[in-house]
């Protein structure tokens, strides 16, 4: 089985290099800062300068914005944006990722007007409204109300762990709006404008600080009947489309995890102890040997995703089997990555004197969170029992 890149990817491989090398500092915190307001402005710019060379949405149709181009591609594209830690390259939380390609299968030709060419020029941001203080992994559990009075729905009601919502100019937002339908069919989605009075953002402190996570109040806030997406109370089954976008995620945190693996291992090089590098202690060579099987495997599994995409396959129970792999494989190289640095790995990101400014630590107390984003673990292996192995329910 060859899988090598034809010249041609991999010449527009060292044409992102290129573009990196030239518009990236060398010493960017990364993706960790990526919400942070005091960095917001430089993510925005990138976005843009992205959206300008038409890479943001480089798979997408020509006529919604995007370059027509192969999902091998976009798969370049996205492997070598994470791997430098590039930020803005989703417009926040879901825009590139699930609201635009969501909306291009459900959304009205109003609404894919709207939307899409702001999102591929990089100038407008997104959130996703799903979690609820009472509805997390049992989403259809949803609670926040949206009530139709003339061409308007009236919502209320509140949502958590809202990623980026603090820096969000829309929100895709999941409600319910048939109360007395069983909870699988009576939810409907809606596309929110941030800007609209009676939306309140509250920043959630967690242990690794306040990366992304907010809470949203809705007090009688008024949305047009135009900003329905798809059919009324029928939310459910249009979310389900927009989570195997979302799952396909893993090829992101496959890329991820190999740039984490990478510089742990040149951490062992470099840092000695006892007069020997660390990278000759066998405990440590073995536990970095198993986390780079496992990179490699979450590669192959999220070049798979891929393939099947470009052979016009929708992946489905293959997108769980990615996201569980690698978001937990992504947890074990920062376990591995603290034990290796010892009481070094428990200081905070960009603290003076933590190793690789900090990212193992930032990357052990977020992997919990990762492990519950998009489905958990469990949820996500229940899909590939029923769907992948055909067990039963």
Not at 63 to 90: A, C, F, N, W
Not at 238 to 250: K, N
Request: include cysteine.
């Amino acid at each position: 089985m060859d899988f090598s890149f034809t010249p041609e990817q991999e010449a527009f491989r060292r044409e992102i290099r290129q573009w990196i090398k030239e518009e990236m500092p060398p010493d960017l915190g990364g993706l960790e800062g990526e919400y942070d307001p005091k960095s917001f402005e430089f993510t925005k710019q990138i976005a843009k300068k992205l959206g300008a060379k038409g890479w943001l949405t480089l798979a997408w149709p020509k006529e919604y914005g995007g370059q027509g181009r192969s999902p091998i591609e976009q798969l370049i594209y996205k492997e070598e944006m994470t791997y430098h830690r590039v930020p803005g390259t989703d417009m926040g939380v879901g825009g590139i990722s699930w609201v635009g390609p969501t909306l291009m299968l459900l959304g009205t030709e109003e609404q894919k007007k709207e939307h899409l060419p702001p999102l591929a020029a990089g100038e407008r941001w997104w959130c996703t409204g799903y979690s609820e203080p009472e509805a997390g992994s049992d989403m259809a559990a949803v609670k926040c109300r949206a009530v139709l009075q003339g061409d308007e729905y009236i919502i209320n009601g509140q949502k958590v762990w809202t990623s980026g919502a603090h820096i969000a100019d829309w929100c895709w937002l999941l409600v319910r709006t048939g109360p007395e339908e069983p909870k699988h069919r009576g939810l409907s989605l809606f596309l929110v404008d941030m800007k609209t009075p009676g939306i309140t953002v509250r920043p959630v402190i967690n242990m690794a600080g306040h990366h992304h996570f907010n809470e949203v109040f809705f007090d009688d806030v008024r949305v047009p009947k135009a900003n329905l997406v798809g059919e009324e109370n029928r939310g459910w089954y249009h979310v389900v489309i927009a989570l195997d976008f979302e799952r396909t995620a893993g090829v992101i945190m496959a890329a991820h995890g190999r740039r984490t693996l990478e510089d742990l291992l040149n951490f062992a090089k470099e840092t000695k102890v006892n007069g020997q590098p660390l990278s000759k202690d066998p405990q440590v060579r073995q536990k970095l040997a198993e986390l780079a099987i496992e990179v490699e495997v979450g590669r192959m599994l999220a070049y798979r995703i891929i393939w099947m995409q470009s052979q016009g396959m929708i992946p489905n129970y293959e997108a769980s089997m990615i996201k569980v792999f690698a978001s937990e494989a992504m947890q074990r190289i920062a376990m591995v990555g603290t034990q290796i640095m010892g009481l070094y790995g428990q200081l905070e990101l960009n603290s003076k004197w933590a190793p690789l400014q900090g990212r193992i630590e930032n990357a052990y107390l977020n992997s919990v969170g990762s492990l519950i984003a998009a489905g958990t673990s469990e949820i996500q292996r229940n899909i590939i029992a029923i769907r992948g192995l055909g067990l039963p329910r």
